[in-house]
């Protein structure tokens, strides 16, 4: 029997939207955490530490996103450790995210101007207070924009994991056009909702990028 789409098949996508957000925020967490790791160590004095990161980089901005989500999905079981789909995607987001959150930390520590780093050298600052007290300050302000604007392509790509089985905005989109045969309302419908969630951080991201253009 076909569904017609009303009230509770808007409900049904709504219900979804939960899911999104809260994969949003633990890979973007995540990602921040492992991410500014990864910045520290391509700006760090010792090379080995910036090969690593910089491999690390090329891996994730060199691979499709979806690849990466079937990579965890289907490979940590071969080492025994068998993840359902929530895990998966939280893991391989996180990575995907840490990727890109270091290149763009990476990028905003070494646009501090040098002179300041000098400046902490010479007081005799170690390579961990340079960063804390002196570097990365300045550096969050530089990254608030392009931050913003990466957790915005973050959250539209949670719509891959539908492809593993999980359950988010997509995922429910497509569940409810597959009972009603009305895919034009229920993707349509999703892509309001993407449009609404998205939109506002567009915005500040753009806003904030301005603003610090007028300042500097």
């Not at 957000?21 to 530490?49: D, K």
């Not at 600052?125 to 007290?133: A, T």
């Not at 609404?196 to 904030?208: A, G, Q």
Request: aromatic residues 12%; positive net charge.
């Amino acid at each position: 029997m076909i569904r017609q789409f009303g009230l509770s098949e808007i409900l049904s996508i709504l219900a979804g939207v939960q899911s999104t957000v809260m994969l949003s925020l633990v890979a973007f967490a995540g990602g921040g955490i492992v991410g500014l790791a990864i910045a520290l160590m391509r700006t760090s004095e010792r090379s080995w530490l910036q090969r690593i990161a910089s491999g690390y980089i090329d891996f994730f901005q060199g691979t499709p996103l979806l690849m990466q989500l079937f990579l965890v999905f289907y490979g940590l079981p071969v080492f025994g450790y068998k993840v359902g789909p929530w895990t998966a995607v939280s893991i391989g987001l996180t990575l995907h995210a840490s990727a890109f959150l270091g290149e763009i930390w990476r990028g905003s520590i070494q646009a501090v101007p040098k002179g300041q780093t000098e400046a902490a050298k010479a007081l005799g600052l170690s390579y961990f207070n340079r960063m804390q007290d002196v570097v990365l300050p300045q550096a969050m302000r530089i990254s608030i924009a392009p931050t913003v604007s990466f957790l915005v392509q973050l959250i539209k790509g949670t719509s891959l994991a539908a492809i593993v089985g999980f359950v988010e905005l997509s995922r429910s989109a497509q569940m409810i056009a597959s009972t009603t045969y009305k895919p034009l309302l229920a993707y349509g419908f999703a892509a309001i909702v993407y449009f609404i969630i998205c939109f506002p951080l567009s915005r500040f991201s753009m806003k904030i990028e301005k603003r610090f253009q007028v300042k500097t």
